[in-house]
Each structure stands twice: as C-alpha cells, then as structure tokens.
C-alpha cells in the first residue's frame, strides 16, 4: 500500500531563516511526486511535480527535490506569506490516485 | 486562471438529512476526483471518475455515500442520510489524462459540511 509521511507536522521560521520540510514515501511504481500549498479555507493549490530520483524544481522561494526514498521542499529566506501548510502526495501504479500526507503548517513570523 | 468551482461552500443540517454537494470541473477535463479532509486522517479520496465512468469508489461508504457526472460540467456527491461523523471539508479536484502522462490534480476551495 502506498504511503506518505510528512515531517515535522508543524514549524515556526522567522522571516529570512531558511529550512526544508520532509516527505517519506513508499510507493509500488512511483509516477510521480507532488506537492501543493494549502491556506485556511481554500483548496490545495498545486506547486510542483516531480517524477525521477535527482530532479529538481524551483519556484520563487521554493525547491523540491526527490530522491528514492523521500522529497524535499526547502524554503529559502522565507516571507509572512509562505505561511501555509504543504502537503505531498504520490502517484504510483494506481491510475491518477494520489495518497497525501497530513501536511507540514508552516509559520513564518516577521 | 481556471478553476473548479464547489456549491455550496458551506453546508449546515441535522443527522438524517440529505446532503448534496456539487462540482464543475475545469473545462476540458477528463477525470474529477472527490476527496474528504478532517484534522485526524487529512485527505482521502472517495471517488473519482474518467470521462464521466466511474473508476474508484472504495474510499466511499457505500451505504450512504453516492458520486455521480450527470455530464461532464456537473459531478454530484450524495450523502444520505447524514451523520454527525460526516462533518468534514470536501474536496473536488479535476485533472486531464492524456495516455501516460501525469498532470497535476486542480481542487476546488471546498464545502464545509457540518451535521449537527
């Protein structure tokens, strides 16, 4: 059964101090790894998708990186703004399903 | 920018009641997907669909729980009757399926169920 674990479930940065969140996966036939930014009351808005072991996407403030076991989202000098809560999802074998994880809340304090 | 829309965004009833929640999927679409959020298990996926046909349903209580595309603007999700332990957001997302390749899923902003 596919699985994704997120860690840490919570983290408090001050703006500008820079800090990577965590996702561990288990997965039969990886199709894909993606992560999405989620804020109070609204859907999931979608960030990055990555598919092989050693790629890398960036966007703004935001790295995702992937290895076989697990992904990085690193947050370089963070702002207020990127206060969310990111969540990683995988696609295996099973056509389109994606499994989440329960997210990291992230807090960025000015 | 596209986007999936949710009516109603909020939802209030008592136990017993039908509940009924919808969704149009980006135009162009061909897979929508339902998924619940609660604090304990996060997101799950109940249903989802291709080209109207339902392909998964197994995260969905069957007793209780239905998912319909009437056409392909309008997926439904049905809850009856409604239980307290139904109080959750509900997600719909949509996403285009070409042969092999992934594209990212696209959600809606939600409705907030509670059942009182």
């Known amino acids: 059964e596919d699985q994704v674990t997120q860690s840490p479930e919570a983290l408090r940065l001050q703006e500008g101090e820079s800090s990577s969140l965590n996702c561990s996966y288990t997965v039969s036939g990886l199709r894909g790894l993606f992560w999405y930014r989620q804020d109070p009351g609204k859907g999931p808005e979608f960030l990055f998708t990555?598919?092989?072991a050693g790629e890398e996407k960036e966007k703004e403030r935001l790295k995702a990186t992937l290895t076989k076991k697990e992904s990085f989202l690193h947050i370089t000098a963070p702002k207020p703004e990127d206060s969310a809560t990111y969540l990683c999802?995988?696609?295996?074998?099973?056509?389109?399903?994606?499994?989440f994880g329960t997210g990291t809340r992230l807090l960025v304090s000015p | 920018d596209a986007r999936v829309t949710q009516t109603p965004r909020h939802k209030v009833t008592e136990m017993g009641q039908e509940v009924t929640m919808r969704c149009q999927p980006i135009l162009g679409h061909n897979t929508v997907f339902w998924y619940r959020q609660t604090m304990m298990q996060g997101l799950e996926l109940l249903a989802y669909?291709?080209?109207?046909?339902?392909?998964?349903d197994s995260g969905m209580p069957k007793d209780r729980f239905s998912a319909e595309m009437p056409d392909a603007t309008l997926a439904t999700l049905k809850i009856q009757p409604s239980e307290p332990r139904d109080s959750a957001v509900y997600f719909c997302?949509?996403?285009?399926?070409?042969?092999?390749?992934?594209?990212?899923?696209?959600f809606g902003d939600g409705t907030r169920l509670s059942i009182l």
């Open positions: 669909f291709r080209n109207r046909a339902p392909l998964d």
């Open positions: 990555l598919y092989s």
């Open positions: 997302a949509s996403g285009l399926v070409l042969g092999d390749v992934n594209q990212p899923q696209h």
């Open positions: 999802a995988v696609r295996g074998t099973g056509f389109q399903k994606l499994v």
